[in-house]
């Protein structure tokens, strides 16, 4: 399945934890999404109370986007 089609599923299922890992795999692509891929990412792990939700935001720091 594509990473679209599980970004969609996962929306469908209001799974959070699975929305903030796969939005952090769609920022570790690159490109010109990445920043806010990653913001995504870190904004799911926190709903859903993730630990790597520090691991996120300290990526966004170091790139100055938070």
Not at 3 to 19: C, I, M
Not at 23 to 47: I, K, M, N
């Amino acid at each position: 399945m594509s990473l679209e089609a599980r970004l969609l599923a996962a929306h469908a299922a209001g799974d959070r934890a699975a929305l903030a890992g796969l939005y952090a795999e769609a920022a570790e692509a690159g490109g010109p999404g990445a920043g806010f891929f990653l913001t995504q990412a870190w904004v799911f792990a926190l709903e859903a109370g993730l630990p790597v939700a520090e691991d996120y935001a300290r990526q966004l720091r170091a790139t100055g986007r938070a």
